[in-house]
C-alpha cells in the first residue's frame, strides 16, 4: 500500500510540473526480467488515472510491456501475452501500449490488429523503418536511449583514437559548424 500512496504523491508532483502525459512499464528491472503482476499494474494504471483526474487533468497514459525483453521464448507466446496485458491496461485506463523489442512485421502486424489501443515501438538496428512501421499502423516511435548511447559510443571512439594514435578524425569529420550550434542554441522557438 505505501508504494501505491508514493505513486500517488508522485503523480501529483508531475502534474504540477506540467506533465501531459507518463509512461509506466510492467518490467520489474531486475536481471532475471521478471514483469510485474498484471493485476497489480493495472491497479497502478487505474490510480495515476484517477489521481490525475482529481487534479483537474486528463493524463496520457502509455503502459509499457516487457514480455519482450523476459523470459519467453517463443514469439507467439510473447504477442499473445502483450495482448492480453495491454487489454488489461486498456480496461484499467491506459491511451496507448508501449511493446519494445519487437522487429518482426508479421508479428507486428498481429499486435496491431489486436490490441485496442495505439501501438508504441522501439526503434532499434533490427526495426523496419518508419515508412514501414506506418504502414503496418504503429502509432508512435521511440528512439530511447539510442541517440544517446551513439553519443557515448562515439565520444569513447574520440577517447581512445586520441590516446592510441594521437589523432582527432573521428570528431572532426561530419560534426556541425560553430555557426550551426549557435543558431541551434541562440534561435527563438
Not at 490510480?47 to 483537474?56: F, P, S, V
Not at 509499457?64 to 492480453?84: C, G, H, L, P
Not at 526495426?127 to 516511435?141: C, F, H
Not at 581512445?160 to 542554441?185: A, C, P, V, W
Request: proline share 2%; with cysteine; charged share 25%.
Amino acid at each position: 500500500m505505501q508504494m501505491l500512496e508514493e505513486l500517488k504523491e508522485l503523480i501529483r508532483k508531475l502534474i504540477s510540473f506540467g506533465v501531459s502525459g507518463v509512461n509506466i512499464e510492467d518490467g520489474k528491472g531486475d536481471k532475471k526480467l521478471q514483469l510485474e503482476d498484471m493485476d497489480y499494474q493495472a491497479r497502478k494504471i487505474q490510480l495515476i488515472k484517477e489521481t490525475a483526474l482529481t487534479c483537474g487533468v486528463s493524463l496520457f497514459v502509455n503502459a509499457r510491456t516487457d514480455v519482450y525483453w523476459n523470459v519467453f521464448n517463443e514469439s507467439y507466446i510473447q504477442a499473445e501475452e502483450a495482448i492480453k496485458r495491454a487489454s488489461a491496461y486498456r480496461e484499467a485506463g491506459a491511451d496507448g501500449i508501449f511493446v519494445p523489442g519487437v522487429h518482426e512485421n508479421n508479428v507486428i502486424d498481429h499486435l496491431i490488429k489486436h490490441i485496442e489501443l495505439p501501438v508504441n515501438l522501439l526503434a532499434g538496428k533490427d526495426t523496419p523503418d518508419v515508412k514501414e512501421l506506418t504502414k503496418l499502423g504503429v502509432a508512435r516511435i521511440s528512439s530511447g536511449s539510442g541517440p544517446f548511447r551513439a553519443s557515448l559510443s562515439l565520444i569513447r571512439q574520440v577517447g581512445e583514437e586520441f590516446l592510441h594514435q594521437g589523432t582527432y578524425k573521428s570528431f572532426s569529420k561530419n560534426i556541425i559548424s560553430y555557426d550551426e550550434m549557435n543558431r541551434l542554441f541562440l534561435e527563438e522557438v
